[in-house]
């Protein structure tokens, strides 16, 4: 596609019943170069799911012996990833479809974006002021952009799509939500149970709170590129 290589990114922590779902339909992918699958220490089925895969001259699978969070699993993935355009797909999708892809990857080709956050529309949030958007695991960069960003994120749990979103914002990089229809992202309570859930969101707010307080530096540069483009405008204004 517009002779830019497609590497899919996928990380998977117990994820036996939708993984081959979405591992069937990327691999019948056309658009697709390259498939890397980060098992990240699941201690269900999941491992045994991507054996089914390792046939397949696509699939690249990496196999963590224990739980290393996301952001490691996907630092991971970016390191050993040969595309030109990465696409992160979570390993928690219902009704993925080959479209999504095309979704994603149709702004960057058109130098309309700098990464696509892809929000999936099926969720208990209403599909146009959804305030965890921004958040989506479903998101396609450049290599050349995020790969000096590795190990920025390597340590930040589910805080890591928070980092990236900051650190593009900061460096002025262009920003693109498109709704994928249809697509459902199964929420923690659709998994576990309330308890198992609730405290798996408490953590996650805490990772995210604790990463976002540690590089507060990046919100003072947004906020001065905020006031910098304000008094541009003014300035303009004035001139006229």
Not at 114 to 137: A, H, R, W, Y
Not at 194 to 204: D, Q
Request: net charge neutral; with cysteine; charged share 20%.
């Amino acid at each position: 596609m517009n002779n830019l290589s497609i590497t899919v990114i996928v990380c998977a922590y117990n994820e036996q019943v939708t993984l081959p779902g979405i591992l069937e339909e990327l691999t019948n992918s056309y658009y697709i170069d390259e498939i890397i699958v980060i098992n990240d220490g699941s201690t269900d089925n999941t491992g045994k799911v991507l054996e089914n895969f390792l046939h397949e001259p696509k699939v690249k699978v990496i196999e963590f012996p224990y739980n290393r969070g996301k952001g490691y699993a996907m630092s991971g993935g970016i390191v050993e990833a040969h595309g030109d355009i990465l696409v992160f797909v979570d390993a928690d999708l219902v009704n993925f479809k080959e479209r999504y892809i095309v979704q994603l990857i149709q702004p960057l080709l058109k130098e309309e974006a700098d990464m696509v956050i892809g929000q999936p529309t099926e969720s208990i949030f209403n599909k146009l002021f959804n305030p965890l958007k921004p958040l989506s695991g479903e998101r396609a960069v450049l290599r050349k952009d995020i790969i000096h960003i590795v190990d920025k994120i390597m340590n930040t749990g589910y805080g890591v799509e928070t980092i990236i979103n900051l650190y593009y914002r900061a460096n002025n990089k262009k920003i693109k939500i498109v709704h994928l229809w249809g697509l459902k992202h199964l929420i923690k309570f659709d998994k576990y149970s309330t308890n198992r859930a609730a405290y798996s969101y408490f953590h996650e707010a805490l990772q995210i709170s604790r990463h976002v307080i540690k590089n507060y530096f990046l919100i003072l540069i947004i906020i001065r590129n905020m006031i910098g483009r304000i008094l541009w405008r003014i300035q303009g204004l004035l001139w006229y």
